[in-house]
């Protein structure tokens, strides 16, 4: 069983930035891919940023070169580092972990951009 809990959201101005964090519980962190995902209000969850184990990255061509998805497997913590957010960025975002075939998400974190 893994629980992920995510922290940082927040309200932010256009521009602003946020570091979202998010922290999970189980053995063998390390070797597992983390993702973050988003929901705005009326839209599907999607995919902004994963990483595999190694650090490899992908991310949504929404955000590439404004958001950076990091890990430090010591603390069992993966983050994502929000720049230059936008209105459009506004959603509740969501950790994610697949194992044995199983999808883990945290509670989510809500991050809203406004002026």
């Known amino acids: 069983q893994v629980q992920l809990v995510e922290s940082g959201g927040g309200l932010v101005q256009p521009g602003g930035s946020l570091r979202l964090s998010c922290a999970a519980s189980?053995?063998?962190?390390?070797?597992?891919?983390m993702a973050w995902y988003r929901q705005a209000p009326g839209k599907q969850r999607e995919l902004v940023a994963r990483?595999?184990?190694?650090?490899?990255?992908n991310y949504a061509d929404s955000v590439k070169g404004r958001f950076t998805i990091s890990r430090d497997d010591a603390k069992n913590t993966v983050y994502l580092q929000m720049n230059s957010l936008k209105p459009e960025d506004t959603a509740v975002y969501y950790c994610?972990?697949?194992?044995?075939?199983?999808?883990?998400w945290g509670q989510g974190t809500q991050v809203s951009v406004s002026s």
């Open positions: 994610n972990t697949r194992r044995s075939a199983k999808d883990y």
């Open positions: 189980g053995s063998m962190f390390s070797i597992y891919a």
């Open positions: 990483i595999f184990s190694g650090g490899s990255t």
